[in-house]
């Protein structure tokens, strides 16, 4: 019995979903909007970039390098903690 009361109500709400963009669409038609424009522009996504490059370079291991995002390595703490300027670092 519950199921099929589950099941009317999600009928009944498709259906009243389905009604409902039809009278936004004749109306949009009945003053010459088009869709497109009644909907607006694509929302821009902020998806993923690529890979960014290094800007810092320990001088002792050329190996080890570092964005400037995020936290900083052990390498660039124990530099500055040194006196030095992490400008000595920029690649």
């Known amino acids: 019995m519950q199921e099929q009361l589950k099941d009317e109500l999600k009928q009944r709400a498709s259906q009243d979903r389905s009604e409902a963009l039809e009278q936004i669409h004749a109306i949009a038609r009945s003053v010459g909007l088009p869709l497109k424009e009644l909907l607006g522009a694509a929302p821009v996504r902020s998806g993923r970039t690529g ?15 570092w ?4 936290r900083q390595p052990k390498w660039v703490k124990d530099w500055v903690d040194g006196g030095n ?3 000595g670092l920029k690649i």
């Open 51 to 65: 890979p960014v490059a290094a800007r810092y370079r320990n001088p002792a291991d050329a190996s080890q390098q």
């Open 85 to 87: 300027d992490i400008a």
């Open 67 to 70: 964005t400037g995002r995020g």
